[in-house]
């Protein structure tokens, strides 16, 4: 029996053009890709988003689906283009140009995890690779477009909110020496992929439930903000990387005593979120 690719948690009614994404955290790890790697069961999931997919679930209660990952971001990266094979892990596969991502073991296939460590010994092959894109990837992204698609069709824009979380030690050299960190940085990719109006409603949200914010940097948005964000066709897309310290234990990858409480925190701010995308057509969808 095919496993589903993605898992879709939908609202009772949609009321918001709002979309929700949680594209790293998924953490069904196919036993004979831990068989395959090098790592551990533990150390294989330091890439993972773990536990996004909790803290933002109330957002169907706002009117807004959340499509969430099934596949764990180590075996397939659903942030990044389907093109972007990696020659060094997959059998086959020619370089065709530089890209960054791919060269540091981050592509579609990801040869590392966080830290640069291998996850395979040698290569993959093609059709492995290929089986992996096919049953995860398009299905996700297919997905993905009709909710953008349906929010058009109610609301006359679509509004989508890709949420990730960040390793702590990521931020902890932003800003001058002794300076707060940012608890969360929303990337638009400077500007080019959503509307600047809603980029400030969303951080004004942020930082009325007393989070620290931070804009592009260290993350600015990856293939999907980068893909679906059009605002000249009304179409929108930001990342919000939230630090994982907040609200888990980073080394052992599981909830902290905060975690309810960020969670109901980070509700708030969804609710809010979601409430963007009703004010400007607050008869559409009647």
Not at 193 to 210: C, D, K, N, Y
């Amino acid at each position: 029996m095919t496993k589903a690719a993605y898992i879709l948690h939908q609202p009772r009614t949609r009321q918001t053009s709002v979309v929700f994404s949680s594209p790293h955290s998924g953490c069904d790890y196919p036993a004979s890709f831990l068989e395959q790697s090098t790592l551990d069961e533990h150390s294989i999931r330091s890439s993972e988003d773990a536990f996004v997919d909790q803290l933002i679930g109330s957002v169907t209660d706002y009117g807004a689906p959340l499509l969430s990952a099934v596949a764990p971001r180590a075996y397939l990266d659903l942030n990044r283009s389907a093109e972007e094979l990696d020659p060094a892990l997959i059998e086959g596969v020619r370089k065709l140009s530089h890209n960054p991502r791919v060269a540091s073991g981050l592509g579609v296939i990801p040869r590392v995890v966080a830290g640069g460590r291998a996850i395979y010994s040698g290569k993959i092959t093609q059709d492995e690779a290929d089986r992996r894109i096919s049953r995860h990837w398009y299905p996700y992204h297919e997905r993905l477009r009709q909710l953008l698609t349906e929010s058009h069709a109610l609301f006359d824009e679509a509004i989508l909110v890709d949420v990730h979380s960040m390793p702590h030690e990521a931020i902890e050299g932003i800003g001058r020496v002794g300076a707060p960190r940012p608890d969360v940085v929303i990337g638009d990719r400077f500007g080019a992929s959503a509307g600047a109006g809603i980029v400030e409603q969303v951080e004004q949200a942020l930082r009325g439930a007393g989070l620290r914010v931070a804009r592009n940097a260290p993350f600015a948005g990856a293939y999907i903000v980068q893909t679906y964000g059009r605002p000249a066709r009304n179409q929108h897309a930001l990342q919000i990387e939230i630090d994982r310290s907040l609200y888990m234990d980073e080394r052992e990858i599981r909830p902290n005593e905060n975690f309810e409480e960020v969670r109901a925190l980070l509700s708030g701010v969804m609710a809010e979120i979601a409430a963007i995308g009703q004010e400007r057509l607050p008869l559409a969808a009647e």
